[in-house]
């Protein structure tokens, strides 16, 4: 995957408006948290296209179904996995340990891979269950 130097820029990949909006304020309120970034990083198996033919094509489609992390954040000694979501509750702790161990188990990593969420509002219980799971829940609004 591509890094890219930790800054706002005009486009993102994959990336909705509203979650855009999320992750513009998250760098405007911390310009240094990350050295650089990389963005809509593909884990896991992706699904199995039996009824495809061989080829290019059908190597596409299991690439596509793969699992996407919006955001891969790197620091000196960390790498974040971030899930970007408006309203982010229980779904997306689920997602963000997920794509974690997906990341753990397919890159070969010397740093701490940390789950993240990083949303527009808090919601009920959610910042408490991201603590007791070591996931970090950041509200930016």
Known sequence: M?????????????LRPKDVKIWNKFIDD???FFKEVEYDVKVGAGREYPEAEEGPI???????????????GFTNDEIYIIEL?????????GQ??????????????DKVVLPAIITDEEIPDAAALCKKLSV????CS
Do not use: C, Q, T, W
Not at 85 to 93: C, F, H, R
Not at 96 to 105: G, V
Not at 136 to 139: A, E, F, K, T
């Open 58 to 72: 059908k190597e596409d489609l299991i690439y596509l179904s793969k699992k996407r992390i919006d955001v891969v």
């Open 2 to 14: 591509a890094k890219f130097p930790y800054k706002r820029y005009l486009k993102y990949p994959h």
């Open 85 to 93: 979501k408006p309203k982010a509750g229980m779904s997306a702790i």
């Open 96 to 109: 963000a340990l997920s794509l974690a161990e997906l990341y753990r188990e397919e890159a070969p990593i």
């Open 136 to 139: 970090i829940y950041l509200v």
């Open 30 to 32: 911390n310009p240094d």
